[in-house]
């Protein structure tokens, strides 16, 4: 056992870099240049309910939150939703919400559920 770990040791030890020779030239650069845009590219959309570009967002206490015009932030609730499926046996879902309260506080709950069934199959 001592032997093999030592062993081991030694080749992990000896490999080290690898020893290069340094650049190796492929082409001698006088082939076609790479083709130049010709205008520029669209702009992305912007997803549903994002915030507009002069809104403010603040931090509250379930994530960013749009700041209201007259300085409150807004109290709508944020969750998440996942999945999982598996072959042979594994399956996985879970989903959680959070729900401002106030300016300064949040209730949150979140639910999940998981099985693996991987050796045995039910008949």
């Known amino acids: 056992m001592r032997a093999t770990a030592f062993a081991a040791m030694a080749v992990l030890f000896?490999?080290?870099?690898?020893?290069?020779?340094?650049?190796?030239?492929?082409?001698n650069g006088a082939g076609p240049a790479a083709p130049q845009p010709t205008e520029a590219a669209p702009s992305l959309p912007t997803a549903q309910g994002a915030p507009a570009e002069d809104q403010p967002v603040a931090m509250g206490p379930c994530g960013p939150e749009r700041v209201k015009p007259d300085g409150r932030l807004e109290t709508k609730p944020h969750g998440?939703?996942?999945?999982?499926?598996?072959?042979?046996?594994?399956?996985?879902?879970?989903?959680?919400?959070?729900?401002p309260l106030g300016q300064n506080g949040a209730v949150a709950a979140g639910v999940s559920d998981t099985q693996a069934n991987t050796t045995y199959r039910r008949r």
Not at 14 to 27: D, H, N, R, S, Y
Not at 80 to 99: F, K, L, N, P, S
């Open 80 to 99: 998440e939703v996942e999945a999982g499926v598996g072959t042979g046996g594994y399956r996985h879902i879970a989903g959680a919400i959070c729900q």
């Open 14 to 27: 000896l490999a080290g870099p690898a020893l290069a020779e340094g650049p190796i030239a492929t082409a």
